[in-house]
């Protein structure tokens, strides 16, 4: 193609090229085309259903050239097809054993002159039957992070295509393994002998253990008791196994020591599992013993000796107890007394005994150095005071509890006995003190009891 432009007069000027563009001439076909070569995906129709895919390749393409099918039921007489393109779909029916031949033309209109192709032979068999394609298991499920793949074998025909490639070891085998990381249905398809087709369907599962909940009626418990543990998995099937050897859904788990873990294994009927676990925790049980001191009189001094108590009762049998481990305790009386000492550690059974106890009260007076000496009154509430007889010069006067403790220590130049030393006793708790008088003559010890 040309373009020019014209500059000048109305009647005459010049014509000036502007530009040149140039298109290419097609090719036309010229001559004796070539009708290439026909084949078949296939060349048997099974049961009248095929389908037979149908290809002509390297066949003359150029300008001017046009492409036909044509088919026969005997190879003699072809009819004119109504495909048009290269690649075709062949479904034919016929009797039973009949042949079909399919050929190509490709006519060239400017030479006049066509060319026909090799001509195929589709045998066409409406008897036959797809195979019967059946897959072992027909569903498979793997356990949800397991690494074992499923095995799936396929049989009924003589090759094998499996879709989707998903998780398998191979596509083209009748025995494949299966390991996706989803739940996914496969399809086989399976071609026989006859080049017949059936196919199957199955399902690979990824499956979760089943869902479990272990209770416990009590963690701790006494060692050598037990608690009862209960496993609650949903749906039917489930199977269980103990750490203890129990294979029913509750057990009864002892404590062992300070500590016992229990485990209990639930298999679903996919065989897929859920473990789950509980600590125990034992208790030991508590043992009573005892050691007694006699302070003073009817005065003694309780230790709790035993093992494991959490916390103790001591009953004195005369209406008075304590709660104490180390308990200091003045009878009302004096007798033999049977004391009950219970130790306690729950859960466990406590522990009792019984023991007697023989008290008798003593004078106040320890030595005969200060003669009459006394407190008054004894037992005293707020106050208390000392006497004796006579006058004592430099006097040192010290006042002891039950543990030892200085509770009074005055150093007075001289006390007259009959007037006496008085003791305030309103900060004191009840119990049994001990004053020790130490003067020229010697020492004096006189006991004091305070009651409020």
Same mark, same amino acid.
Not at 16 to 39: E, L, N, Q, R, Y
Not at 177 to 187: D, E, H, I, R
Not at 346 to 362: G, L
């Given at each position: ?50 389908? @037979? ?27 004119? &097809? ?72 396929? @049989? ?6 499996? @879709?989707?490639?998903?998780?398998? @070891?191979?596509?083209?085998? /009748? ?32 499956? &979760? ?10 963690? !701790? ?48 009927? =996919?065989?897929? !599992? ?36 959490? /916390? ?38 406590? /522990? ?61 130049? =001289? ?10 006793? =309103? ?26």
């Amino acid at each position: 193609m040309i373009q020019g432009t014209a500059r000048g007069a109305a009647n005459a000027g010049n014509i000036f090229i502007d530009s040149v563009t140039w298109d290419a001439f097609p090719t036309f076909c010229d001559g004796k085309p070539d009708a290439g070569t026909v084949t078949a995906s296939t060349y048997y129709i099974c049961g009248n259903v095929g389908p @037979s895919t149908i290809t002509v390749s390297n066949y003359t393409t150029s300008t001017g050239s046009t492409l036909s099918w044509q088919t026969s039921v005997d190879s003699a007489t072809f009819n004119t &097809n109504a495909w048009t393109q290269p690649v075709n779909t062949a479904n034919f029916s016929a009797t039973i054993g009949t042949y079909r031949y399919i050929r190509a033309i490709v006519y060239c209109s400017k030479s006049g002159l066509y060319d026909t192709s090799n001509t195929i032979k589709l045998w066409i068999d409406n008897t036959a039957t797809p195979p019967t394609i059946t897959v072992t298991p027909n569903n498979a499920a793997i356990c949800s992070g397991s690494s074992t793949p499923a095995m799936l074998v396929a @049989s009924g025909a003589l090759t094998y295509t499996w @879709s989707p490639s998903t998780g398998l @070891s191979s596509t083209t085998t /009748d025995t494949v393994y299966s390991l996706p990381s989803a739940s996914t249905f496969y399809t086989v398809s399976g071609v026989d002998d006859k080049g017949c087709t059936g196919t199957r369907n199955v399902a690979v599962q990824i499956v &979760n253990g089943p869902n479990v909940t272990l209770t416990a009626a009590d963690t !701790t418990a006494c060692e050598g008791d037990s608690v009862r543990l209960t496993a609650q998995a949903f749906g039917n099937g489930n199977t269980y196994t103990w750490s203890n050897g129990a294979t029913t859904n509750a057990t009864n788990a002892v404590a062992n020591g300070a500590v016992t873990n229990y485990t209990v294994t639930v298999k679903n009927i =996919q065989g897929c !599992t859920t473990t789950r676990s509980q600590n125990i925790y034992g208790i030991a049980p508590p043992k009573a013993a005892y050691k007694s001191t006699v302070v003073s009189g009817r005065t003694v001094k309780f230790d709790f000796d035993g093992t494991d108590a959490a /916390d103790v009762y001591w009953n004195f049998s005369d209406g008075n107890e304590s709660f104490q481990k180390s308990t200091t305790y003045t009878f009302s009386a004096d007798g033999t007394f049977k004391v009950m000492l219970i130790a306690n550690n729950p859960p466990c059974v406590s /522990d009792t005994i019984y023991f007697d106890v023989t008290v008798k009260q003593t004078s106040g007076v320890s030595t005969n150095v200060l003669n009459r000496l006394h407190f008054a009154p004894n037992p005293a509430e707020n106050f208390a005071t000392l006497h004796f007889e006579g006058i004592e010069n430099n006097v040192h006067i010290q006042l002891f509890d039950l543990t030892g403790r200085t509770i009074l220590n005055e150093y007075h130049e =001289q006390i007259n006995g009959s007037t006496g030393v008085q003791i305030n006793t =309103q900060n004191y708790h009840n119990g049994i003190y001990y004053m020790h008088i130490i003067s020229e003559k010697g020492r004096s010890i006189v006991s004091l009891e305070v009651q409020k």
